[in-house]
């Protein structure tokens, strides 16, 4: 065994002193590199920069998706060339955002959206936040407008509904020709121009009448698409009821198939006023005969052109006629029509009307006691009403706009039966 060195003796003092304890590592040349400082202290500040920015991250989005201050719907409208403080102000005053419009810009700045905002009308719903704010104007959600343009309307009377009418901007080079206009429900948004709300409905009309056409009764004598417009225009005119649509077609093309005058007051109505549409007046009796290229009481068939813009309706009654023997119809004082295949017949539904005109003016018209009774109506002079001067074959009803329309008859210059389409004073 090899023996222990021996242990020499510490004095007390010695033993109460504490042992020295060995130098600390000296740092290597490497950890004093200027390069490892600039690079520990760039790594130090990059993560203060990314805790940050997700704390701001974090209050942003919250920010971004909270509920606005909106506390109903409504409709702001953003003007054209509208900057994105000039936006900012706008919501601001109109209450869609928060008073603090540097929050929106902000918002707009860090969804990169500044570029895609635009102008037009829109509607924010309650409590709409920053999101739903920046992403209705960027996608263009704007307010789409219904504008109902009626059926019979003339293209000089459509053309006014769309000038009178504020949401559209723009003139309009001419008049639409006539027929060339398909009466619907449109939508559009504020600021559509004129000549963009006449284009769509002359390419509505292409293609409905395109579709018309390909499925219409191939024995129906209307040749060419343009003369079945000029048809249903007619329809579109003589009644308002869809039901009896396709039986005043029948009375038409019957009348074109035994080339008997289609004798149409409203044909005469357009002769006269052309586009304008209103007579204002009842027609004249010198007025039936009087010559004119649409007067159906004059001229062999159709007229040279429509006299109204008619509506799907109208013209799939044209293509697409009742099968009856009907040549006749008159207004049945109801609002509607009763229909006859003789003449016979026709005077005696007039009859009826008359009858029932009568007891309606004799329930509505108290004779005041002890007067004389009423004289016998007058001859009539010429150029008195229409209605007056030959056998009425309608009574006065309501028009597609709620004005009065009086139904007459004229016996037919070729001494036939008198015609039994019927004819309006049109005071649509």
């Known amino acids: 065994m090899s023996e222990r060195p021996p242990i020499s003796p510490r004095s007390p003092r010695a033993a109460l002193e504490p042992e020295q304890l060995p130098p600390p590592p000296k740092r290597s040349d490497h950890a004093r590199n200027p390069l490892v400082i600039v690079g520990n202290a760039i790594i130090t500040i ?14 942003g989005k919250q920010k971004i998706e909270a509920a606005g201050p909106l506390t109903e719907d409504k409709v702001v409208n953003i003007p054209q060339r509208a900057g994105l403080g000039d936006i ?12 603090n419009r540097w929050v929106f810009i902000g918002s707009v700045l860090a969804l990169k959206a500044r570029a895609d905002l635009k102008p037009g009308e829109y509607a924010f719903q309650k409590s709409a936040s920053l999101r739903d704010v920046i992403g209705t104007i960027v996608e263009g959600k704007v307010v789409q407008h219904a504008v109902t343009i009626p059926e019979g309307l003339t293209s000089e009377q459509i053309v006014a509904r769309l000038s009178e009418n504020n949401i559209f901007t723009g003139g309009l080079r001419e008049i639409p020709r006539e027929g060339t206009l ?21 390419q509505a009309q292409k293609r409905v009448l395109s579709e018309v056409w390909e499925r219409r009764n191939p024995d129906i004598p209307v040749k060419t698409p343009e003369q079945l417009v ?23 093309v019957n009348r074109l198939q035994r080339k008997m005058k289609l004798q149409s007051d409203p044909t005469i109505i357009y002769g006269l006023v052309g586009g304008k549409g209103t007579l204002g007046r009842p027609i004249k009796r010198s007025e039936i005969t009087q010559p004119s290229p649409y007067n159906t009481y004059v001229i062999e068939g159709l007229p040279p052109g429509p006299i109204s ?23 049945d004082g109801t609002g509607g029509h009763a229909f006859s295949d003789s003449y016979d017949q026709h005077l005696k539904n007039v009859a009826k009307l008359r009858a029932q005109e009568r007891q309606t003016q004799n329930d509505t018209v108290e004779p005041a006691e002890d007067s004389a009774p009423a004289a016998a109506p007058a001859a009539v002079a010429p150029d008195t009403n229409a209605s007056a001067a030959t056998p009425p074959a309608g009574a006065p009803k309501a028009g597609k706009n709620g004005a009065q329309k009086k139904r007459t008859r004229n016996a037919p210059a070729n001494g036939a039966a008198p015609a039994a389409t019927p004819g309006a004073t049109d005071q649509d």
Request: glycine share 6%; no cysteine; net charge positive.
């Open 46 to 59: 990059l993560l203060i920069v990314m805790l940050g920015a997700g704390g701001i991250y974090v209050y």
């Open 88 to 99: 900012a102000e706008i919501l601001q005053r109109e209450g869609v955002i928060e008073n």
């Open 182 to 202: 398909l009466p619907e429900t449109y939508k559009f948004p504020r600021g559509t121009q004129r000549e963009q709300v006449i284009n769509r409905m002359q």
């Open 230 to 252: 000029t048809l249903a225009s007619l329809i579109e005119k003589e009644t308002s009821k869809p039901d009896e649509r396709t039986r005043v077609a029948s009375v038409f």
């Open 309 to 331: 813009n008619p509506g799907r309706a109208s013209l799939e009654a044209a293509a697409n006629p009742a099968r009856t023997r009907d040549l006749y119809f008159v207004a």
